[in-house]
């Protein structure tokens, strides 16, 4: 009778292990596999997590406003100090009188200023050395204001150890993906002060004091970045930083081979390549201190990074410190 006992309870417990197990099984599916996102983008849609991450480390853009009056004029607020000289704002064409006038602005003078806003320091693929670039947009009633043909206006910013022999450069398109010359120097003229700089412009948005990297003599490199599978060119942002100078460059997507490559780059040189992607809602960022090899007559090196999960405030910190 014990061993019928003993046999009916160890069936039992079987049978409740075995239920158990299964209820186990349910509750402990493999999500984070079946959501993988793998897919490379030839033409990135609007909806893509890439644009969301960019919107999310872009730095917020100061906004106050000031009394105009046909008359030369200063007004220090924010990270920006303006000079108007008299009939320099015009709305549509016609000079400004007066009128309150509403300023938008953002500074950029660190390479993690440059990463957080998208703006790497290149010109048709050349590596520019930044004094600092600014956006700035004036409006009254709801209207661009530009500046007047024939015109110039001055702004200031403060920065370390300025360039004397810098020149202007505006942004190609309101995202600041390429840095054209500007050539007009009559009235685009970088200057040099004390305590920065102090530029005469006759255009707003995008402006960026700068001059090309000196690369005479030196080899140049390319460098091809390999990432885990779900890190896309639709979710992440791939930038290289360089440590000794003011300079940072993007990776352009190579959706055929599914890699991140750089514009060519001076061999040898101490670098810091930051990746950064937001996927389903969480942000990852990957890093490594490295120097730019340089081996032949056609060099190029690969690279595999595998990011790692960080808040949005760590990443922001981390870009403040490069």
């Known amino acids: 009778m014990k061993t019928l006992i003993n046999i009916i309870f160890c069936t039992t417990m079987l049978v409740v292990l075995g239920s158990c197990?299964?209820?186990?099984?349910?509750?402990?599916?493999?999500?984070?596999?079946?959501?993988?996102?793998t897919v490379w983008q030839s033409n990135i849609t609007p909806?893509?997590?890439?644009?969301?991450?960019?919107?999310?480390?872009?730095?917020?853009?100061?906004?106050?406003?000031?009394?105009?009056?046909?008359?030369n004029f200063s007004f220090s607020s924010g990270v920006l100090s303006l000079t108007i000289p008299n009939n320099s704002l015009a709305k549509n064409g016609t000079i400004l009188s007066s009128g309150i006038i509403m300023k938008e602005s953002l500074l950029a003078t660190k390479k993690g200023d440059f990463i957080a806003n998208d703006l790497p320091t290149i010109s048709n693929d050349r590596l520019l050395v930044s004094g600092g670039a600014f956006y700035l947009n004036l409006k009254t009633n709801g209207n661009d204001l530009s500046i007047a043909q024939g015109n110039k206006i001055t702004v200031k910013f403060t920065a370390s150890s300025p360039f004397q022999l810098n020149k202007i450069f505006n942004a190609d398109s309101v995202n600041g993906t390429n840095w054209i010359l500007n050539t007009d120097t009559n009235f685009n003229r970088s200057n040099s002060t004390a305590t920065g700089y102090e530029i005469e412009t006759n255009k707003t948005q995008y402006v960026q004091t700068?001059?090309?990297?000196?690369?005479?003599?030196?080899?140049?490199t390319t460098l091809t970045l390999?990432?885990?599978?779900?890190?896309?060119?639709?979710?992440?942002?791939t930038y290289i930083s360089f440590n000794d100078e003011t300079c940072v460059a993007g990776l352009k997507a190579n959706v055929s081979t599914r890699a991140f490559v750089s514009p060519l780059l001076p061999g040898n040189r101490p670098v810091t390549i930051v990746v950064i992607s937001k996927q389903a809602g969480d942000y990852y960022l990957g890093s490594l201190v490295t120097t730019t090899s340089f081996n032949g007559p056609s060099p190029s090196s690969s690279i595999f990074i595998t990011p790692i999960k960080k808040s949005l405030e760590y990443i922001k910190t981390f870009l403040g410190a490069l």
């Open 210 to 220: 700068a001059h090309f990297m000196d690369i005479a003599g030196i080899g140049q």
């Open 21 to 37: 197990q299964k209820n186990i099984d349910a509750f402990i599916p493999d999500n984070f596999q079946a959501n993988i996102d």
């Open 47 to 71: 909806n893509a997590s890439l644009f969301s991450l960019r919107n999310d480390l872009r730095t917020v853009r100061v906004k106050d406003s000031f009394s105009y009056g046909n008359a």
């Open 226 to 237: 390999k990432l885990p599978s779900n890190y896309t060119n639709t979710n992440t942002a």
